[in-house]
């Protein structure tokens, strides 16, 4: 009888040991194909740096950037990320890009929001101007990316 329960017990022992270095394994495995994810998608977003942005913690009714020139026509990327400073405000913002000599072009965000959209830029030197239509303090982060 004791020598049955010493038999039962290093069988019980081993699939225990064994189905624990098959679980290990797995974990391993995984995280490592997470690194390997994880490793892509930042190298992904470093290799694409914003040409120019514009940061707000806090943006009440209007702002203007410094300008930014534009050496020949360009295909640009506006990425704009907003949300409210205080609930339950929802942001109703506009990004327009101006150029001073008159042509003006622009993308509304509304909501707490990213948003991404295209635009041609002909040479010339531009600005950024962000607008808060709504009826509270919001945050805005516009990025400009070549296209």
């Given at each position: 009888m004791?020598?049955?329960l010493?038999?039962?017990g290093?069988v019980?022992?081993?699939?225990?040991?064994?189905?624990?270095?098959?679980f290990?394994?797995?974990?391993?495995?995984?995280?490592?194909?997470?690194?390997?994810g994880?490793?892509?998608l930042?190298?992904?977003?470093q290799?694409?740096?914003?040409?120019?942005?514009?940061h707000?913690?806090?943006?009440?009714?209007?702002?203007s950037s410094?300008?930014?020139t534009?050496?020949?026509?360009?295909?640009?990327?506006?990425?704009?990320?907003?949300?409210s400073?205080?609930?339950?405000v929802v942001p109703?913002?506009?990004?327009?890009?101006?150029?001073?000599?008159?042509?003006?072009?622009?993308?509304?965000?509304?909501?707490?929001q990213?948003?991404?959209?295209?635009?041609?830029l002909?040479?010339?030197?531009?600005?950024?101007?962000?607008v808060?239509?709504?009826?509270?303090?919001?945050?805005?982060?516009?990025?400009?990316?070549?296209?």
């Open positions: 004791m020598k049955g010493k038999t039962l290093v019980v022992s081993a699939l225990t040991f064994g189905s624990q270095v098959v290990a394994s797995e974990i391993t495995q995984n995280q490592t194909s997470f690194n390997q994880q490793s892509k930042q190298a992904e977003v290799s694409e740096s914003p040409f120019f942005w514009f707000f913690s806090r943006l009440d009714r209007i702002a410094g300008t930014f534009i050496n020949a026509k360009t295909s640009v990327k506006v990425v704009a990320f907003t949300g400073v205080s609930y339950p109703d913002s506009k990004v327009y890009i101006v150029n001073p000599n008159g042509k003006t072009l622009s993308m509304s965000v509304i909501g707490n990213y948003k991404e959209e295209y635009f041609e002909e040479p010339g030197t531009y600005y950024l101007e962000c808060n239509y709504g009826s509270g303090p919001i945050y805005m982060n516009v990025n400009l990316y070549e296209n």
